[in-house]
């Protein structure tokens, strides 16, 4: 297909209340950014739920800036500089891990730390229905969700103690740490009961697999963020998002993975929300992901239950925390009001797989 600019990952205006200083920023960017010339214009991606993205335009230069949340208070998930880093370290080495510029430190600048990489052009397949311009078809659809775990496989093949990038975390007790991490970020966020949350956090503690080894996870792998080539959607050009890798048991990776994984057989409610969209005819099942992974991979994935669930509680508390930020007026994104609805709806879908033993769900 040729490219058609309108399919192109787009920006708006500003939102009201995420503004950034344009002439603090501009002239930070150019003492920092080589062969950086002219007026600065700034627009943003809309989309996103945790970080926010800003669009830049200097001349004929796009450029991407990134920076935590206003009100954000979870300082570890808005950490600029450990983003920053991990892009550095993969340049070179993961082919899709965006080029980093500069990282700023100083809060006087924008209010609070960023950092800026260069925009990657291309595709962003965002909500349960793509334009139908992009013409993704069952083949298609089949090679882009293998591509995914392909893709996925990939990353954690990289050398952790090459690249330095084992100095992220410590694997040893990283199934616990996550497990009983998000849990207690659950009952902070907490506003609502949802019974279902709290049996699928109780399993969870009590059904901790041995750790599968360590290896660079990226920690929210899913189809909005990946910029896909215009002219052949099965090529991603870059992976974005890399606010929550670290290094740990790949296998919960996996997990996250299949917590966004909603299929064309599961429930009425589950598959009305707008996640991305894995329900359309040729996507691999969560059943073949995990084949897929295990052939990609090498590795065996013993207990796909736990990472599953796994997946649907952590995605349920990153949305319990987007939801706690508007229900307590640090951001007025109208999409925040419904969040606990997913919550509700994730809480659901764990409780099926448990009760199911599996993790597919025929109705």
């Known amino acids: 297909m040729s490219t058609d600019e ?57 450029l991407v800036l990134r920076r935590p949340p206003f009100g954000a208070k979870i300082a570890t998930a ?46 962003i397949l965002r909500g349960n229905q793509p334009p139908a311009a992009l013409g993704l078809d069952e083949a298609r659809w089949r090679a882009l969700s293998t591509m995914l775990v392909d893709s996925l496989a990939a990353l954690h093949a990289v050398d952790i103690e090459a690249t330095g990038l084992i100095a992220l975390g410590k694997p040893e007790g990283y199934v616990e740490r996550q497990v009983t991490g998000w849990t207690r970020r659950y009952f902070k966020a907490k506003t609502d009961e949802v019974p279902e949350i709290e049996q699928a956090a109780a399993w969870l503690n009590e059904n901790r697999p041995p750790e599968r080894g360590a290896s660079l996870i990226h ?48 429930s009425d409610e589950a598959r009305m929300v707008p996640i991305v969209p894995t329900t359309l005819p040729g996507n691999l099942t969560r059943q073949q992901i995990v084949e897929r ?41 109208p999409r925040f009001a419904m969040m606990i609805m997913g919550v509700k709806i994730l809480g659901n879908q764990a409780a099926r797989a448990l009760d199911r033993g599996r993790i597919h769900d025929l109705g």
Request: overall charge negative; aromatic content about 10%; glycine content about 8%.
């Open 6 to 62: 309108s399919l192109i990952d787009g920006t708006k205006p500003v939102r009201e209340g995420e503004e950034l200083d344009a002439a603090a920023l501009g002239t930070y960017l150019r003492a920092h950014v080589p062969d950086l010339e002219g007026e600065l214009a700034i627009e943003q991606f809309r989309k996103g739920h945790s970080n926010l993205t800003y669009l830049l335009r200097v001349g004929d230069r796009e």
């Open 78 to 123: 808005h950490d600029m500089g450990r983003e920053y880093r991990i892009l550095s370290a993969l340049q070179g080495i993961y082919a899709a891990a965006p080029p980093p510029l500069v990282h700023c430190e100083d809060e006087s600048v924008i209010g609070a730390p960023f950092y800026v990489m260069q925009r990657i052009r291309g595709v």
């Open 219 to 266: 920690g929210d792998f899913k189809y909005d963020n990946f910029v896909l080539d215009p002219d052949d959607l099965t090529r991603i050009l870059a992976v974005l998002d890399w606010e929550m890798a670290t290094v740990g048991d790949p296998l919960m990776d996996l997990g996250t993975s299949l917590g966004y994984w909603i299929e064309a057989a599961d």
């Open 293 to 333: 992974y295990e052939e990609a991979s090498g590795r065996e994935v013993p207990d796909p239950v736990f990472y599953y669930v796994y997946g649907l509680f952590k995605v349920a508390v990153i949305a319990q925390q987007i939801y706690k930020r508007f229900v307590e007026g640090h951001t007025k994104d």
